[in-house]
Nanobody
Framework: QVQLVESGGGLVQAGGSLRLSCAAS????????MAWFRQAPGKEREFVAA????????YYVDSVKGRFTISRDNAKNTVYLQMDSLKPEDTAVYLC???????????????????????WGQGTQVTVSS
């Protein structure tokens, strides 16, 4: 049974930073596509960033490019999301997701689709005050 557990959320002022962590257990995901999504109240789940361990490619939604960075530590089976220059519109529950099988592609639409992912965490709340 694969489990993803997020941590690192909290309340921060606009312009501040947070670092989210997603620790995986149950199997090694070092060779798999892993991603962060977010969901604000009353809104659909939105793709934020993904990291493909197969080729090192990363993908970001336009609204976070230059501010957020996804990375991973394979030794710890953990993926991170460094969030800088936070804005009130970044307020949401942030969820970690992982693909069950390795993927050898390069396609933003594929990497950003929630249906691509088999494992999900429960989420961590990020609140950015103005």
């Amino acid at each position: 049974q694969v489990q993803l557990v997020e941590s690192g959320g909290g309340l921060v002022q606009a312009g501040g930073s947070l670092r989210l962590s997603c620790a995986a257990s149950g199997r090694t995901l070092s060779g798999n596509l892993m991603a962060w999504f977010r969901q604000a109240p009353g809104k659909e789940r939105e793709f934020v960033a993904a990291d493909n361990a197969q080729d090192g490619r990363t993908y970001y939604v336009d609204s976070v490019k230059g501010r957020f960075t996804i990375s991973r530590d394979n030794a710890k089976n953990t993926v991170y999301l460094q969030m800088d220059s936070l804005k009130p519109e970044d307020t949401a529950v942030y969820l970690c997701a992982a693909d069950r099988d390795p993927w050898n592609g390069d396609n933003y639409a594929y990497a950003s689709a929630p249906g691509k992912y088999d494992y999900w965490g429960q989420g961590t709340q990020v609140t950015v005050s103005s």
